[in-house]
């Protein structure tokens, strides 16, 4: 299977591509530019990992039209849409400027849109395609400060499953994965606190940070080339929106 995992330097996507590379299968990853992507693919080369790579940003998605069309054209069977833009989340809702939260929706809910645009002609044409979205608990259970975050994850959550519906009948399956706490790089500023680990393991139901090496094996199922899950939201939390109340009132 070919597979296109994007935002391919997190720590997460590193856990998908060692997973589907033990698999057999072929990985491309994305970087935002050049440059990073040189970084990538440096990262994955001293892990003896074979991967290819492409530059796309999505803020400029169209600026990698020829790359993808001609992925498209060798047959891509897995979509896996991982990439995201950093923005603080320093303020709340109302305080956010109208620009920065359509720059938000720009880059993240059209880009990742353009993509998916791109990338099902080709599925439907081979009767083939697996597209699985990384999501957030937060989705449901909120999230401070994250209200631009969580509107773009909920847009894409809700295209997922009408992709489910309009594509089903070609094989072409989209499913949702949110994600609890993880202890990645982008989050080290939390869990590098022993105070905010061990508040967090209070509630959290299986008591513990996710970690990210064991993450690859949960898109088995739904990269799988015979199985029946579609439309579907699968929960990688610990647990997570539920939470343990004797973990907020203990004293």
Known sequence: MRVLVTG??????????????ELGDEVIVTASSAASLEKTLAAYEREELRVRGL???LSAPQASEVELDALREEGLQALVLNAWTRRPPTHRFHELSHEAVSADVQANVLGNV????????????????????ISS?????????????????????????NLAVDYGEFNVLANTVRLGI??????????????????MSAIIPQATLGEPEDFGPVLDPLLASRQYINGAVLDVSGGMPMIRLEGVLRP
């Open 8 to 21: 391919g330097s997190s720590d997460l996507a590193r856990s998908i591509v060692r997973r589907r590379l």
């Open 114 to 133: 353009w993509l998916v645009q791109r990338m099902l002609p080709g599925m439907v044409e081979a009767r083939f395609g697996r597209i699985v979205f």
């Open 182 to 199: 993880f202890k990645t790089s982008r989050t080290r500023k939390y869990w590098s606190r022993p105070r905010y680990v061990e508040r």
């Open 55 to 57: 530059v796309f940003d």
């Open 137 to 161: 608990v937060s989705t449901v259970s909120g999230a401070g400060r994250y209200g631009s975050y969580v509107l773009c994850k909920s847009a894409l959550e809700g295209l997922m499953r």
